[in-house]
């Protein structure tokens, strides 16, 4: 803002050259400090709306956190709930087997050494058989979680890259929004000053 440097000159006769000089001073003093509290004002205002913005994008990035930390909790307790219920078949499978095996057992205990031998292999061949499956079945519900939790991971990362992204390009609109008001305001004074 440029500087009041001269009183008309009937204006100068009528307060005199000390009370001029006072005047020019006092309005000089005037336009300084009008300057400084606009930028004040206009830097406090910019900083408030850069603080909100991010608060929105560390809320955003959270509820994305808290939304795949959950998504992950549901996940293993569905693969926690069919691994027990699974593992709770099989114990039930293997109680029933082995007491046929120990009835069987007791019935044919004074029987000869290679019935025992024969019916032993039966039920070993058996339990090998229902633990392969039990393993099986495992194996597909792990590699079938990994897969939902290797997408999660993608959504989330694509997800992140998109706020952060987005942020960016409303920071910098803000930017160049002041910078244009700014430049705005000099030139409007400028142009009221020469007038």
């Given amino acids: 803002m440029a500087k009041l440097v001269t009183v008309e000159e009937p204006l100068r006769e009528k307060l005199g050259p000390k009370a001029s000089e006072s005047l020019i001073h006092l309005i000089n003093k ?32 959270a509820n994305l956190e808290n939304r795949f930390d ?20 099989v114990n039930e499978r293997m109680t029933e087997e082995i007491g046929k095996v120990n009835e069987r057992m007791t019935e044919e205990m004074g029987k000869v050494n290679e019935r025992m031998t024969e019916e032993m292999g039966k039920v070993n061949e058996r339990m090998t058989e229902e633990m392969g499956k039990v393993n099986e079945r495992m194996t597909e519900e792990m590699g079938k979680v990994n897969i939902t939790i290797a997408d999660v991971e993608k959504r989330l990362d694509n997800r992140i890259t998109e706020e952060v992204s987005r942020t960016r390009a409303d920071l910098i609109k803000w930017m160049f929004i002041f910078w244009i008001g700014q430049i705005g305001a000099m030139l409007g004074l400028l142009f009221a000053f020469f007038k």
Avoid: A, D, P, Y
């Fill in 30 to 61: 005037s336009q300084e400090e009008q300057k400084h509290e606009m930028l004040e004002f206009v830097e406090e205002k910019f900083e408030r709306r850069l603080t909100e913005e991010i608060g929105k994008v560390n809320i955003s990035i």
């Fill in 70 to 89: 959950h998504r992950l909790t549901t996940e293993s307790s569905k693969v926690n709930e069919r691994l027990t219920e699974e593992i709770g078949k």
